[in-house]
């Protein structure tokens, strides 16, 4: 898959590009790679953003992030993850466990259980499954959150691992 460069990239991801630069200090290799498709990178982009703005935090988003790249086998979305979850104010100890789909936190540890059931069952999941995260403190709204952090993460893991994207962030092991 060839990376967008300055010269090839298409006109109405232009934009976004410049967007996702200011936000990173450089563009990564994903985006590059996304870019070439605007519908794509819009999409992207924009679920980023507004689950970004969800009630989970930060923190939790990154968490799930690596526990759903490490089970999928994404060496650049672990890396990638990594480095935002530390910057979310996770400690690299909370972010190693989370990888590991673990946590010391009940809360979060309900959190990154259900996620990963999500991925390994193809969202075949139970009613008791959902009710075991109202019993750790998560509404309906931070429900249908978690769900859209797992498809997010879903497409964002099998753009890079499918596309074979060079990771450009400090890179971490798969467990």
């Known amino acids: 898959m060839p990376r967008v460069s300055i010269d090839n990239t ?21 985006y590059k790679a996304v870019a070439n498709s605007p519908a794509a990178l819009q ?14 935090g930060a923190k939790l988003g990154e968490q799930l992030a690596v526990a ?6 994404c060496e650049y979305c672990l890396a990638a993850h990594t480095v935002l979850g530390q910057k979310a104010g996770a400690s690299c100890a909370e972010m190693s466990a989370a ?7 009940a809360r979060t540890a309900a959190a990154l259980a259900f996620a990963l059931k999500v ?6 999941i139970t009613d008791a499954d959902v009710d ?3 019993s750790a403190g998560f509404g309906e709204e931070q429900i249908v959150e978690i769900m859209a952090h797992v498809a997010l993460n879903l497409f964002t ?9 060079p990771v450009d962030f400090p890179k971490v092991a798969l467990t």
């Open 157 to 165: 893991n099998y753009i890079n691992v499918a596309l074979d994207i």
């Open 43 to 56: 999409s992207m982009w924009a679920a980023f953003g507004a689950l970004g703005k969800g009630t989970l």
């Open 132 to 134: 075991r995260l109202r």
């Open 68 to 73: 759903i790249a490490n089970r999928n086998r």
């Open 99 to 105: 990888q590991a789909g673990q946590s010391g936190d």
């Open 119 to 124: 991925v390994e069952q193809r969202a075949q």
């Open 10 to 30: 298409p006109a109405a991801s232009q934009a976004l590009l410049g967007q996702i630069q200011q936000a990173f200090g450089a563009t990564p290799n994903m």
